[in-house]
């Protein structure tokens, strides 16, 4: 073990870049370590609750995600739209960490691959060692999950001058000649390569050609610990399977009729139905509900799949990967092109079923959600998932590879 060293975090301002983090940082202060973590200051207490010292600002994107609805398709502009706020809320903190951390450099800059911006460059400024952490699927020289998004028929992506695309560049180059970066070229500065190693929370067995990364990766896995701060959830004791119905920490177009959807499917089966509705639907949308549906606009998830049978989802990684920890085959509704991949290797790798937004129905959902829970090869395929998961003890694991990481700077 490496003693008492000062680790920083920097991360996107969204529950599925910042859960995984949480256990991990917690576990690198149960080892001595001092962890200095910079989150959007709606995020402070649960950052704080971990034992790090907390660098909280003042966030420029939504503080509530599922009150914005992503489009049913997604167009060129929503992309370049995006990159510019991406961009800006990534480099929102920099003033404020670079001044309190100036004086305290840390030994080692952890950063996600989405919000990386303002740890990539103060790693590079300082000349301190990097590594990235990956939420969702990584690609590498041999392996691109994501190669057939930019093929599909029904998508243009931006062009380079795109007004929103130009002030991202532009956005950018004025950050890094301000700090001394002018030899960086934006390109250079994108693509990174100053990080030794990806920490990714994605187990191998699910990671397309995972055997292709080598010692440049380290899959720990999701990364979960205790959210008792989330609050708590008891089944009712009926006895009854209980199926759980949420689309993550997002909002979706016509989220209502998803919901008008699942309650069709599933409010008459022997179950108990858990509706998780987010910000854009309330249950005055359904309309009267029998007894055994609940419903919520938000719920603590993993209190509620630790006693699950079923789970309809989105197909996010986080939510997927929360299933696959519990041993739970997820039915999933994909909305975006990442989600679809997600999706694609959920039913790959036979431990869940998809169902295109284009394509359901109360009944396709139905089926899906009752086939699941009755096939039996399915549910071993997931627990085996479960166990190997486990196995690897994720936040262990990825303090383990933070340390060794530190050992070799």
């Known amino acids: 073990m490496t003693e008492g060293r000062h680790i920083a975090f920097f991360n996107y301002a969204a529950h599925g870049h910042i859960n995984p983090t949480l256990p991990v940082a917690a576990e690198l202060v149960r080892r001595g370590h001092r962890v200095t973590y910079t989150v959007a200051s709606h995020f402070a207490d649960v950052v704080a609750a971990t034992g790090a010292e907390v660098i909280a600002y003042d966030s420029v994107v939504p503080k509530s995600w599922n009150t914005v609805a992503i489009p049913e398709k997604i167009t060129g502009d929503d992309i370049a739209e995006a990159s510019?706020?991406?961009?800006?809320?990534?480099?929102?903190?920099?003033?404020?960490?670079?001044?309190?951390?100036?004086?305290?450099?840390?030994?080692?800059?952890?950063?996600d691959s989405f919000g990386f911006a303002s740890g990539r460059l103060l790693a590079r400024k300082w000349n301190v060692p990097a590594m990235l952490t990956a939420t969702t699927f990584v690609v590498g020289e041999h392996a691109n999950p994501y190669a057939d998004m930019a093929m599909a028929p029904d998508?243009?992506?931006?062009s380079p001058d795109h007004p929103s695309l130009v002030q991202a560049q532009e956005l950018m180059r004025e950050t890094l000649d301000a700090h001394g970066l002018e030899d960086v070229s934006n390109e250079e500065f994108s693509a990174g390569g100053e990080e030794k190693q990806t920490l990714v929370f994605v187990p191998p067995e699910f990671q397309p050609g995972s055997d292709t990364f080598g010692a440049t990766h380290a899959f720990a896995g999701p990364c979960i610990g205790d959210r008792a701060h989330q609050g708590e959830w008891q089944p009712?004791?009926?006895?009854?399977?209980?199926?759980?119905?949420?689309?993550?920490?997002?909002?979706?177009?016509?989220?209502?009729?998803?919901?008008?959807h699942a309650l069709t499917a599933l409010a008459d089966l022997p179950w108990h139905v858990v509706l998780s509705l987010g910000g854009l639907v309330t249950a005055d949308d359904l309309g009267p509900l029998p007894p055994n549906v609940e419903t919520h606009a938000w719920v603590p998830q993993l209190a509620v799949l630790e006693h699950a049978s079923a789970f309809v989802?989105?197909?996010?990684?986080?939510?997927?990967?929360?299933?696959?920890?519990?041993?739970?085959?997820?039915?999933?509704?994909?909305?975006?092109?990442?989600?679809?991949?997600?999706a694609g290797r959920l039913v790959e790798l036979g431990l869940g079923r998809t169902i295109a937004p284009s394509e359901l129905t109360a009944e396709a959902l139905r089926e899906a959600v009752v086939g699941l829970y009755e096939d039996g090869a399915t549910r071993q395929r997931v627990k085996d998932m479960a166990a190997s998961i486990a196995g690897r003890k994720g936040p262990q694991f990825a303090a383990d590879a933070i340390e060794a990481q530190l050992a070799a700077s």
Do not use: C, K, W
């Open 155 to 158: 998508f243009t992506p931006p």
């Open 313 to 342: 989802s989105h197909a996010g990684m986080g939510s997927t990967m929360e299933a696959l920890y519990h041993g739970i085959p997820p039915v999933v509704v994909p909305r975006t092109a990442e989600q679809h991949v997600v």
């Open 236 to 260: 009712p004791g009926d006895g009854r399977p209980v199926v759980l119905v949420a689309l993550g920490s997002f909002g979706y177009e016509n989220q209502a009729d998803f919901y008008r």
């Open 84 to 111: 510019i706020a991406h961009l800006r809320e990534a480099f929102t903190p920099l003033a404020d960490a670079e001044r309190q951390l100036d004086g305290d450099r840390p030994d080692l800059m952890v950063y």
